[in-house]
């Protein structure tokens, strides 16, 4: 057997920018083509969409009629602020959706005392929404003021590729409640579409009609369509006529009640609940969302960069993206959508799998969700698909995201015992730490902290909910502190260190440069 020489085994270098996309972040196909694929990111962001008033707004005395208003505002609301994000803020193609994060202090507000005591329900939903928007109002602050001062671009200096690895990763990871165990509960119909979505994007992607890679580019508006229709048959056969509640609610394609609840055209508008009222301590509660908000989307814009095939973001356009967020939130809180913002972690996974990483066709599907937020019974009848499905999706799309967190490791050595001490240990926590307050949760009926000060609370329980913020501190505190002198070139520094400046590297821009020449007047810093 021949002697294997030292230079054959190192045979994939490290790499500046993802490698095999068909488009990049400022490369557009096709305005056809475009439209579909922006169609496919409009499908996707309904799971969120859909699920989020799903859950809250039963708990605060809610309709159907007022789930369905709250779903159109929602994605009337993400239509404008992925507009927003990809015009004016990071640049990114990334939908800046309803986040998970504020459900914990949105919870904590439903059940204050103040409003459980009003007995009739529809009243209770508008004070509650109320006290939500007047909450996300404030706390949207957070956000402004650390994106704009630029103090959140100062503070990532801090970052390194080895820090940021356990965030991203776990931006991804860090969802696995949402899909297998959203999938288990209707195993007909959600196994099926995890198999006929990889088998699809990936086995077949080599199909081609007309030299367009139809499979892979558009898996995931084909497969939806084959396995909604599949269970729609079973819907109307009767397959589900004696099965228990809650299995009915996650399978039949006819439970959500939207299509009939949706008005044929309304256009959301700003306080259309009646004035926000404002609670100091629901304010200072829903400002621990608003980090965590940050903080996940700070992984988000890292791993859309990489999946975008464009160069890490650098400080000056994070912050500008994060205070373009806080305006999002509150956006939010003026609309009155029931929840904050953040980046959509399925999104930004689709811009993987379709190989497609254009801001055109991110833009475009926002121009969906406005369109269809308006139209409301022709949006309400696609939201109408069983949660499972998009369980399904989020299996794999979470899992290529999780991937790209790993993906830094390359610029790191892993050969050092420090940066896997610190890998896995940042890991471990942003994992167990959570499941440990949901766990804590789930028994005793509220969080491991439980004291008589309700915003403290909402603080502790919130922060320490999110994997990603979890993992961020573990790992920033242990890089920065543990042997980090004359460590640098193990962490990954001298490749970092191009990306922290606007003027570091020419490719910036490229990618991140203002429109309408707007970078006269907003220069980077």
């Given at each position: 057997?021949?002697?294997?020489?030292?230079?054959?085994i190192?045979?994939?270098?490290?790499?500046?920018?993802?490698?095999?996309?068909?488009?990049?972040i400022?490369?557009?196909?096709?305005?056809?083509?475009?439209a579909?694929?922006?169609?496919?990111?409009?499908?996707?962001?309904?799971?969120?969409?859909?699920?989020?008033?799903?859950?809250?707004?039963?708990?605060?005395?809610?309709?159907?009629?007022?789930?369905?208003?709250?779903?159109?505002?929602?994605?009337?609301?993400?239509?404008?602020?992925?507009?927003?994000?990809?015009?004016?803020?990071?640049?990114?193609?990334?939908?800046?959706?309803?986040?998970?994060?504020?459900?914990?202090?949105?919870?904590?507000?439903?059940?204050?005392?103040?409003?459980?005591?009003?007995t009739?329900?529809?009243?209770?939903?508008?004070?509650?929404?109320?006290?939500?928007?007047?909450?996300?109002?404030?706390?949207?602050?957070?956000?402004?003021?650390l994106?704009?001062?630029?103090?959140?671009?100062?503070?990532?200096?801090?970052?390194?590729?080895?820090?940021?690895?356990?965030?991203?990763?776990?931006?991804?990871?860090?969802?696995?409640?949402?899909?297998?165990?959203?999938?288990?509960?209707?195993?007909?119909?959600?196994?099926?579409?995890?198999?006929?979505?990889?088998?699809?994007?990936?086995?077949?992607?080599?199909?081609?009609?007309?030299?367009?890679?139809?499979?892979?580019?558009?898996?995931?508006?084909?497969?939806?369509?084959?396995?909604?229709?599949?269970?729609?048959?079973?819907?109307?056969?009767?397959a589900?006529?004696?099965?228990?509640?809650?299995?009915?609610?996650?399978?039949?394609?006819?439970?959500?009640?939207?299509?009939?609840?949706?008005?044929?055209?309304?256009?959301?508008?700003?306080?259309?609940?009646?004035?926000?009222?404002?609670?100091?301590?629901?304010?200072f509660?829903?400002?621990?969302?608003v980090?965590?908000?940050?903080?996940?989307?700070?992984?988000?814009?890292?791993?859309?960069?990489?999946?975008?095939?464009?160069?890490?973001?650098?400080?000056?356009?994070?912050?500008?993206g994060?205070?373009?967020?806080g305006?999002?939130?509150?956006?939010?809180?003026?609309?009155?959508?029931?929840?904050?913002?953040?980046?959509?972690?399925?999104?930004?996974?689709?811009?993987?799998?379709?190989?497609?990483?254009?801001?055109?066709?991110?833009?475009?599907?926002?121009?969906?969700?406005?369109?269809?937020?308006?139209?409301?019974?022709?949006?309400?009848?696609?939201?109408?698909?069983?949660?499972?499905?998009?369980?399904?999706v989020?299996?794999?799309?979470?899992?290529?995201?999780?991937?790209?967190?790993?993906?830094?490791?390359?610029?790191?050595?892993?050969?050092?015992?420090?940066?896997?001490?610190?890998?896995?240990?940042?890991?471990?926590?942003?994992?167990?730490?959570?499941?440990?307050?949901?766990?804590?949760?789930?028994?005793?009926?509220?969080?491991?902290?439980?004291?008589?000060?309700?915003?403290?609370?909402?603080?502790?329980?919130?922060?320490?909910?999110?994997?990603?913020?979890?993992?961020?501190?573990?790992?920033?505190?242990?890089?920065n502190?543990?042997?980090y002198?004359?460590?640098?070139?193990?962490?990954?520094?001298?490749?970092?260190?191009?990306?922290?400046?606007?003027?570091?590297?020419?490719?910036?821009?490229?990618?991140y440069?203002?429109?309408?020449?707007?970078?006269?007047?907003?220069p980077?810093?």
């Amino acid at each position: 057997m021949a002697e294997v020489k030292p230079e054959e085994i190192a045979a994939h270098p490290p790499m500046d920018q993802l490698q095999g996309f068909e488009y990049c972040i400022d490369s557009n196909p096709s305005w056809g083509e475009a439209a579909v694929l922006g169609f496919q990111h409009y499908v996707l962001s309904l799971g969120t969409a859909v699920m989020i008033p799903t859950l809250l707004v039963p708990l605060m005395g809610g309709t159907d009629d007022d789930k369905a208003r709250v779903v159109q505002t929602l994605l009337f609301v993400t239509g404008i602020n992925t507009l927003i994000q990809t015009l004016f803020g990071t640049r990114l193609p990334t939908v800046i959706g309803g986040s998970y994060a504020f459900v914990v202090p949105i919870i904590s507000i439903i059940h204050d005392s103040s409003l459980t005591r009003i007995t009739d329900d529809h009243e209770r939903f508008l004070q509650t929404m109320r006290a939500i928007q007047g909450a996300l109002i404030v706390s949207s602050s957070i956000q402004i003021i650390l994106g704009y001062s630029q103090l959140w671009g100062i503070f990532s200096r801090f970052f390194s590729p080895l820090g940021m690895v356990p965030v991203v990763s776990l931006v991804g990871f860090g969802l696995f409640d949402r899909g297998f165990p959203v999938v288990g509960r209707c195993v007909e119909i959600g196994v099926p579409m995890i198999i006929l979505f990889v088998a699809a994007s990936q086995y077949l992607k080599h199909v081609y009609i007309r030299r367009l890679p139809v499979l892979e580019r558009f898996s995931l508006l084909i497969t939806i369509t084959i396995i909604w229709i599949y269970a729609h048959l079973l819907t109307v056969g009767g397959a589900y006529r004696h099965r228990p509640d809650r299995t009915q609610f996650h399978c039949r394609t006819d439970r959500a009640n939207l299509i009939s609840s949706s008005p044929w055209i309304k256009i959301p508008y700003p306080l259309q609940w009646g004035a926000p009222t404002f609670d100091a301590g629901h304010s200072f509660g829903m400002m621990a969302a608003v980090f965590v908000s940050l903080v996940e989307s700070t992984g988000g814009f890292k791993a859309a960069a990489r999946l975008a095939s464009a160069t890490p973001p650098p400080a000056h356009v994070l912050s500008r993206g994060i205070g373009w967020q806080g305006i999002g939130i509150l956006l939010d809180g003026l609309f009155g959508t029931a929840t904050g913002s953040t980046v959509s972690v399925e999104n930004v996974g689709l811009l993987g799998s379709t190989r497609v990483g254009s801001r055109r066709v991110i833009q475009i599907s926002a121009g969906f969700m406005i369109f269809f937020s308006i139209l409301g019974k022709f949006g309400a009848l696609f939201a109408s698909i069983p949660f499972s499905i998009f369980a399904a999706v989020y299996c794999v799309l979470f899992g290529i995201v999780a991937a790209v967190g790993l993906s830094f490791l390359q610029f790191t050595n892993m050969n050092s015992m420090r940066n896997l001490f610190i890998v896995g240990v940042s890991i471990f926590l942003g994992l167990s730490i959570p499941e440990y307050f949901f766990r804590y949760a789930a028994g005793a009926q509220h969080g491991p902290a439980h004291t008589r000060a309700q915003w403290f609370n909402d603080y502790i329980n919130t922060i320490f909910t999110s994997p990603p913020t979890v993992a961020l501190m573990v790992a920033i505190l242990l890089d920065n502190t543990l042997d980090y002198k004359n460590t640098g070139h193990d962490r990954g520094m001298p490749w970092w260190a191009r990306f922290r400046t606007f003027n570091g590297d020419t490719r910036n821009e490229e990618f991140y440069t203002l429109p309408f020449n707007l970078n006269r007047f907003f220069p980077p810093s």
